[in-house]
């Protein structure tokens, strides 16, 4: 039962969990996605349809690219230096995707944003079916190829500067990156104000 959630309650401490973590998001996000496109036929750009689009786009304006971002500029580059013949070839295709799933966002968004501005209601289902079915692919090899590879071949060491990068491109300070100081000294019996 644990195993259930495990994912969900990843840390930086586990870099590689949090990138499972965001694909289980990112799944959720294209489901809300596949909904929206059923909804908007039947009720238009209501105060729903235009609250799920803000959503979508929120998700794949922001932690989509820095889901990319970790895998590209963090986990790759370790995995170059310490994966052997198989890591080019298997980051040739992460990049290669990752450029599709861009390129296929940037052709949706449009879209999305109307509706969260209560200007369209329509999706194209083709492009919903498509942009849908390129990311979870995409999840899929991830989840099969590249974090199992990652697993393998990288030291606790990297993981740990790995999730250190993730923590501070969201902004995030580790334990370890806080500075010690002395403690605060408000409140104590003869500090100044």
């Known amino acids: 039962m644990a195993d259930l959630f495990a994912y969900n309650a990843a840390g930086f401490d586990d870099p590689l969990a949090m990138l499972y973590a965001c694909h289980d998001r990112m799944r959720r996000q294209l489901d809300t996605l596949e909904r929206l496109c059923r909804h908007l036929p039947i009720h238009g750009a209501d105060a729903e349809a235009r609250r799920a689009a803000r959503n979508i786009l929120k998700y794949f304006d922001t932690a989509a690219p820095n889901h990319h971002a970790d895998e590209e500029q963090s986990l790759c580059p370790r995995l170059a230096a310490a994966g052997g013949d198989a890591a080019p070839e298997l980051i040739d295709k992460l990049n290669a995707e990752h450029h599709e ?6 052709e949706l968004r449009p879209y999305l944003a109307a509706i969260a501005a ?10 919903v079916r498509r942009v849908r079915g390129a990311y979870l692919a995409h999840l899929e090899m991830e989840e099969t190829e590249l974090l199992p590879f990652a697993a393998r071949r990288l030291n606790p060491a990297t993981l740990e500067t790995i999730g250190r990068e993730m923590a501070r491109r969201r902004g995030v300070a580790m334990p370890q990156d806080v500075p010690h100081t002395a403690p605060l000294q408000r409140g104590l019996p003869g500090a100044s104000p």
Not at 101 to 106: D, P, Q, V
Not at 118 to 127: E, I, K
């Open 101 to 106: 799933l861009t390129a296929l966002w940037r």
């Open 118 to 127: 209560g200007m369209r209601s329509v999706l194209p289902p083709a492009l």
